[in-house]
């Protein structure tokens, strides 16, 4: 047996009262979604149906994995501390010899680097695994963000929600203007502030701060650009030394470099072609004070020509700033001296006489290295024999009092040169390559002084060293030179990784300071036939900007649209600065049409107190101004005053009570 009651209007049947009631709030909150959706071009995480998955559905799901960001922040991380192991293991395309001695020192550890590819890190095949599922994991994020983000702006901002209360900050007034001057004058105000706005139903809807996203897809792209540059550069690039004495010169060639290195992908044939000679090099020092000896200034002057036939230019070379020739730097990183020496045989021919240059020890460039004499000499029985000097020298020698062949000071104040001799072969015919600053000694003699020990003197400028038994002379001249070593680096893709770097730094400061709101404007007429203005605003995330900026714009729009009870006072600029630690006062908040016979509020702006974040309960929260699309038709309440006025918008019926 059915049974069905009638109602009147304004009353449902009690046994669907609450579907009625959730239906509802189900509603509101889709509305409620639907207007703060698309605020950001993060990718939906769905939830996989784990039983129905199979290949398609778990290629997808790692597919989702691996452009997420977490784990592109995860490979980025391992990236860096894959890195570690190329800082502090000697690397074979950096420094063979430090391999080379690391072998010999750790006879249990280099096989297990070898097997592992610690010697050559950033060509290992679990490096170059990190780096490209970094790359892939990044182009994988970044498309489809890329591509909505276009449709985003494209698009119009989402109309307004049925109920304008639930959002996080929120005003309404009463006015007399009409609905479709207030919405035109919301229109216009939004623009000028330059949102995009535009009219949908009875409401403006207008949104800002794209710019945020768009940083954020600039800093992730400027990522994928910066490790193609680094990519590109690391398989074409090309590195080597050179140190030339004043007066000589160089040309880009391989066999003119004294060590030389490039990546897996370098041709010879892609050097720049380049030559210059240098003609001076020029070193100052402090002279006095705590910073003695430092250097001041160190800068080189160069006469170069770019091509085969190229004119000849001249420039000046200094510390970090390079000279640049198509691809390719000039860079100056070191200096010495050179003096020079003359060696003469036992019938004063001079067999050898040259600028020797000599590497450095210490900051005051205490120096060492050795003098060859290969060819053209002859020992007192006429033999051939080749010479080898040990060289010690010091630009600023602290006298025989300091006990020691240091230098004082790095400039030429009191030059010195220790010279110790030996005859013999220096084993240069051998055919195994030989440092010019180290001798071999295995098949060498020392010269020996009249005590039976090793021949050596100290030298100052322009004085001469006789060898013993008639062997000859060695003769330190009063020139001394100075030597500039220079790095040419050839890396291609350098700028576009510049680049990347600063679009990246340009991008990360947009997405962090940006903020992306929405902002809506409603303007209805109420059953008194007065306009409700309804303004409320929307962000990515709590912020004290939106408030704010919702504040300034209903102050600005409240003057083109104000109150309309005469002789009110002036409005105060709305208050709203969120109380997120307050609950929510169960009272309506105070009417903005003043009730007749009582005395008119003193301040009769809108109440912009915004909500604290949540939902409040429609039930509790009172309507601050009619819901076109509810069905609760706003009455005046049964205790109002018997009044000609009209009744006030903002009522709504106590729970429970019994509508007419």
């Known amino acids: 047996m059915s049974t069905t009651s009638e109602t009147g209007p304004g009353h449902t049947p009690a046994g669907s009262e609450g579907d009625a009631a959730d239906t509802a709030a189900r509603e509101q909150d889709q509305d409620l979604g639907a207007a703060g959706s698309q605020l950001s071009t993060a990718p939906k995480e769905d939830l996989p149906n784990l039983p129905a998955l199979g290949v398609i559905g778990w290629a997808r799901w790692f597919w989702r994995q691996l452009t997420s960001m977490r784990v592109a922040l995860l490979l980025l ?15 074979t395309g950096v420094d063979e010899t430090r391999v080379a001695d690391f072998r010999e020192q750790h006879d249990l550890l280099a096989p297990v680097y070898d097997k592992l590819g610690l010697f050559n890190v950033y060509s290992s095949v679990w490096f170059s695994a990190i780096y490209i599922l970094l790359f892939i994991s990044l182009i994988g994020c970044i ?3 890329t591509l909505q983000f276009v449709g985003q702006l494209r698009g119009r901002p989402p109309g307004a929600p049925k109920r304008l209360t639930r959002l996080p900050a929120y005003t309404t007034w009463r006015t007399e203007a009409d609905p479709e001057q207030v919405r035109e004058a919301a229109l216009a105000l939004l623009k000028k502030r330059r949102f995009r706005a535009h009219l949908a139903g009875d409401a403006v809807a207008a949104e800002k701060g794209y710019l945020r996203e768009a940083g954020n897809l600039a800093f992730h792209l400027a990522l994928i650009v910066m490790l193609i540059a680094f990519a590109w550069g690391q398989l074409f690039k090309s590195e080597g030394n050179k140190l030339i004495v004043e007066g000589n010169g160089f040309a880009n060639t391989l066999t003119q470099y004294d060590d030389f290195k490039s990546g897996n992908l370098f041709d010879v044939a892609d050097l720049e072609p380049f030559s210059f000679d240098v003609k001076s090099f020029t070193g100052t020092y402090e002279r006095s004070g ?6 001041r200034t160190y800068e080189t002057e160069l006469v170069y020509t770019e091509g085969a036939y190229g004119e000849e230019k001249t420039t000046t070379v200094k510390v970090n700033e390079p000279l640049v020739i198509g691809d390719s730097r000039i860079y100056l990183v070191s200096h010495g001296y050179a003096p020079v020496i003359t060696v003469r045989d036992g019938d004063g021919k001079v067999v050898f006489k040259d600028a020797v240059p000599l590497l450095p020890l210490d900051s005051n460039v205490t120096s060492s290295g050795v003098v060859k004499v290969l060819d053209g000499y002859r020992n007192a029985e006429g033999k051939k024999e080749q010479l080898g000097f040990n060289a010690f020298f010091v630009p600023t020698f602290g006298g025989s009092q300091s006990g020691t062949m240091l230098s004082q000071f790095p400039g030429l104040d009191y030059p010195v040169l220790a ?18 600053y180290q001798m071999d000694k295995t098949k060498m003699k020392e010269f020996k002084d009249s005590d039976g020990e090793l021949f050596k003197k100290m ?4 004085e001469t060293m006789t060898l013993p038994g008639g062997a000859g002379s060695v003769t330190f001249e009063k020139e001394v030179r100075e030597w500039a070593g220079f790095q040419m680096v050839q890396e ?4 576009w990784a510049l680049g990347g770097a600063l679009v990246a730094i340009a991008g990360l400061a947009g997405s962090l300071f940006i903020q992306r709101r929405r902002v809506w404007v409603r303007a209805v007429e109420g059953p008194d036939g007065v306009t409700v203005v309804e303004m409320a605003g929307l962000g990515r995330s709590e912020s004290a900007t939106v408030p704010e900026e919702l504040g300034d714009l209903a102050g600005i729009l409240y003057d083109h649209a104000p109150d309309p009870e005469p002789n009110h006072a002036p409005a105060p600029a709305p208050d709203l600065a969120p109380n997120p630690g307050s609950a929510p006062d169960p009272d309506p908040a105070p009417d903005l049409a003043p009730n007749p016979g009582s005395a008119p509020d003193p301040a009769p702006a809108p109440d912009l107190a915004p909500n604290p974040g949540s939902a409040p309960d429609p039930d509790l929260a009172p309507d601050l101004a009619p819901d076109p699309g509810s069905d609760l038709d706003p009455e005046p309440s049964s205790d109002a005053p018997d009044s000609p006025a009209s009744p006030d918008p903002r009522a709504v019926p106590a729970e429970g009570a019994e509508k007419p």
Do not use: E, F, M, W
């Open 290 to 295: 705590p910073n003695k000896g430092t250097p």
């Open 419 to 436: 010279l110790s001799a030996y005859h013999g072969d220096l084993k240069a015919d051998s055919g195994i390559p030989q440092s010019v």
């Open 459 to 462: 030298l100052t400028p322009g």
């Open 492 to 495: 291609p893709g350098g700028g």
């Open 77 to 91: 991380l391992l990236l860096s501390l894959a890195a570690i192991p190329g800082s502090l293991i000697p690397q």
């Open 143 to 145: 498309a489809p963000r």
